[in-house]
């Protein structure tokens, strides 16, 4: 009887511990963790079209796990055994990523603290005349603009910054009342402190100017911005109208005549970043 006690004290422990716990790894279980890591891998493919930079963090998780996955393989091979907490924690860890593969977060929207939204709107002045009578498609132009533009209380665009525009199409007033003249103007180029940029802008409204455009040409600083002010406009041009996509037409059967000085409002089609 002296060995009754100890042995049934074995036996209370034994029935204590789980019944998983006494369960052994095999083979099947691995490969149904080799088999979760594969229909990750898919999900994340899916994940990478909407969001590159979580699918790169997830990708890397899931390296990390797989190389877990075949490290047990090789264990159970040479040892014939494998801890079942470790299964059971590996097991767990593919889940985890599994769910956040299936079901990941919607991506940042990052706006760049120098970037100039689509619909900002520039007051520019025009530097020469545009005359649906003379103008010829491919005609370059220039203007400048009268305002600085910030954002965060930084200055983006100063004042006198240029702005190339071209002629996309142009008809010259004809014979009769009926035959008006029109123009489309684009803006593809902006010059910016020395840089140049490639832009998609519209005009939108064409403002009778007055004053001497000179002073706004004359570059960028406190005194472009006093030429803008000093320059002015008094309103919009009369005979004309302004349709969509940056086409002028005369409202008369005239051409379209835009003096020097004229103010054009453009509208930014595409967002621009001017980060240095």
Do not use: C, H, W
């Not at 985890?96 to 977060?105: D, F, G, I, K």
Request: charged share 25%; proline share 5%; glycine share 10%.
């Amino acid at each position: 009887m002296r060995y009754a006690f100890p042995l049934v004290a074995i036996l209370l422990v034994a029935l204590a511990l789980p019944a998983a716990a006494q369960t052994p790894v095999t083979g099947s279980d691995l490969q149904r963790l080799q088999d979760n890591v594969t229909e990750i891998a898919g999900s994340i493919s899916a994940v990478r079209t909407r969001d590159p930079r979580l699918a790169d963090s997830l990708q890397t998780r899931l390296q990390d796990l797989s190389d877990e996955v075949t490290y047990l393989k090789v264990r159970l091979r040479k040892e014939s055994t494998v801890p079942r907490a470790e299964y059971i924690d590996l097991l767990d860890r593919i889940d985890r990523l599994r769910s956040e593969a299936r079901n990941p977060p919607a991506p940042e929207t990052r706006v760049s603290p120098t970037e100039i939204p689509v619909g900002t709107e520039f007051d520019v002045r025009l530097q020469t005349r545009l005359n649906s009578g003379t103008a010829k498609v491919e005609d370059r132009f220039d203007a400048t603009t009268l305002a600085a533009f910030e954002k965060n209380g930084r200055v983006l665009v100063p004042a006198g910054s240029v702005m190339r525009g071209i002629v996309r199409s142009v008809t010259p007033a004809g014979r009769g009342l009926d035959r008006k003249g029109s123009m489309t103007l684009l803006f593809d180029r902006f010059t910016i402190e020395g840089r140049t940029y490639s832009i998609r802008a519209t005009v939108e409204q064409a403002l009778e100017g007055q004053g001497d455009t000179g002073k706004v040409a004359a570059g960028a600083g406190v005194g472009a911005i006093i030429g803008g002010i000093l320059g002015g406009f008094k309103g919009a041009l009369a005979g004309i109208l302004i349709g969509g996509g940056g086409t002028i037409a005369a409202t008369e059967g005239s051409d379209v005549d835009l003096p020097p000085g004229t103010v054009l409002r453009v509208r930014m089609d595409a967002p621009l970043d001017v980060a240095q």
